[in-house]
Each structure stands twice: as structure tokens, then as C-alpha cells.
T-cell receptor, first 115, second 112 residues
Framework: DADVTQTPRNRITKTGKRIMLECSQT?????MYWYRQDPGLGLRLIYY???????NKGEISDGYSVSRQAQAKFSLSLESAIPNQTALYFC??????????????FGAGSRLTVL | QKEVEQDPGPLSVPEGAIVSLNCTYS??????FMWYRQYSRKGPELLMY????GNKEDGRFTAQVDKSSKYISLFIRDSQPSDSATYLC????????????FGIGTKLQVIP
């Protein structure tokens, strides 16, 4: 099994629908992240969490929300999806502190298309 | 100006060539320098990790960091078609948040 598992891997939805992307990890890492990747824009941080009680906004959090249900689970929600949220979404994890905090382990990605 | 600048390419080379991939950065607080490899439709995976200035070699891959010039490089010797991927540089500081900043990625194609 993968260290970082994302579901669903692919999703097509319509404008205005609520969507949840889920992430679970077996790395035992404290930090978890959600990124989106767009052609020409690279990886952009949406939200990050240091632990269950510590959640922080990233560069582009508008239109998104997250929930850290447990140390190993971090979900991303789009309350009312819009077409410009069409992108490849990645969950990632890392150690809490020290050099390992800079080394991210990524999931395989969730491709979201909003029509 | 972006904190990390990386040429998106694409870069096409013949099999066996030496490939040089580069990034420049502006934040002097960066101390950790990483290279990730991302195959199509996959997540990025860590390829090389370097702390501060200097060189690090791992098989056909060499990472170089020049903090005085704020410039990092990844060299791939004897490039193979299996090296065809997007290479992302990434940099981190040692502050309280220890933020990691990614380059946009360079798409490499190695032609047999």
C-alpha cells in the first residue's frame, strides 16, 4: 500500500456541487498538506496542518476548506465547485520539525474536473 | 519576483547526454535544497536532498548548491529515456513554519 493514499483519483463534477477529496497516510508524519498543481503555475499550497488542532491557510485557500480528522487523515472540501478549480490536487506529509520537515511525501494525486 | 525561479522547458536531449537543470532563488533563509521527480500523472517523489552549500552525488545524479549565487543545479549523467519526467526544485528554511517553496518544474524528455 502507498504511504500516502488519495481518494478519489479522478472526479468529474458540475459547477456548484460540493466535493471532498480524502487523504490518509501511514508515514506517521505530523504535518499534512494540500496542494494544487496547474500547468504553468506549479504547485500551490492550499492548506497545511501541524496536528489535529492546528490548521493553517496556504497561498490559495479561498473556496476551499479542510478537516484533520486524525493524525493520519486530512480531507479537502470544495463547498461549491467552480470551473477554475479544475486541477490536479496533491496531499503530502512531512515530519513536524528538523530537516525532515522539508522532505515531503506526496500522494498520487486527485484529478478534479469541474464542468 | 518569485522566490524560486525555474525554466519550465521543455528540454529535449538525446539518450546518453548530460542534462543540467537549474533554479535560482531570492530568499537567503533557504538552507535545505531538494529535487523532486514527477512522472506524468504521478505525485512528485524526492530525488535529491542537500543541506547548505556543496555537492551531493547519488549514482548518475549530482546536486549542487551555491548559496553565494543563490543557484542550485541538478546534473544527470548518461541520461536514459526513463529519466523523462518533470523535475521540480524545492527549498526550505529552518524557521518556525519551515516552509517549503517549489519551483514550477522543468519538463525533460530523453529521446532514444
Amino acid at each position: 500500500d502507498a504511504d500516502v493514499t488519495q481518494t478519489p483519483r479522478n472526479r468529474i463534477t458540475k459547477t456548484g456541487k460540493r466535493i471532498m477529496l480524502e487523504c490518509s497516510q501511514t508515514k506517521g508524519h505530523d504535518r499534512m498538506y494540500w496542494y494544487r498543481q496547474d500547468p504553468g503555475l506549479g504547485l500551490r499550497l492550499i492548506y497545511y496542518s501541524f496536528d489535529v488542532k492546528d490548521i493553517n491557510k496556504g497561498e490559495i485557500s479561498d473556496g476551499y476548506s479542510v478537516s484533520r480528522q486524525a493524525q493520519a487523515k486530512f480531507s479537502l472540501s470544495l463547498e461549491s465547485a467552480i470551473p477554475n478549480q479544475t486541477a490536479l490536487y496533491f496531499c503530502a506529509t512531512s515530519d513536524l520539525r528538523g530537516p525532515g520537515a522539508n522532505v515531503l511525501t506526496f500522494g498520487a494525486g486527485s484529478r478534479l474536473t469541474v464542468l | 519576483q518569485k522566490e524560486v525561479e525555474q525554466d519550465p522547458g521543455p528540454l529535449s536531449v538525446p539518450e546518453g547526454a548530460i542534462v543540467s537543470l537549474n533554479c535560482t532563488y531570492s530568499n537567503s533563509a533557504f538552507q535545505y535544497f531538494m529535487w523532486y521527480r514527477q512522472y506524468s500523472r504521478k505525485g512528485p517523489e524526492l530525488l535529491m536532498y542537500t543541506y547548505s552549500s556543496g555537492n551531493k552525488e547519488d549514482g548518475r545524479f549530482t546536486a549542487q548548491v551555491d548559496k553565494s549565487s543563490k543557484y542550485i543545479s541538478l546534473f544527470i549523467r548518461d541520461s536514459q529515456p526513463s529519466d523523462s519526467a518533470t523535475y521540480l526544485c524545492a527549498m526550505g528554511d529552518s524557521g518556525g513554519y519551515q516552509k517549503v517553496t517549489f519551483g514550477i518544474g522543468t519538463k525533460l524528455q530523453v529521446i532514444p
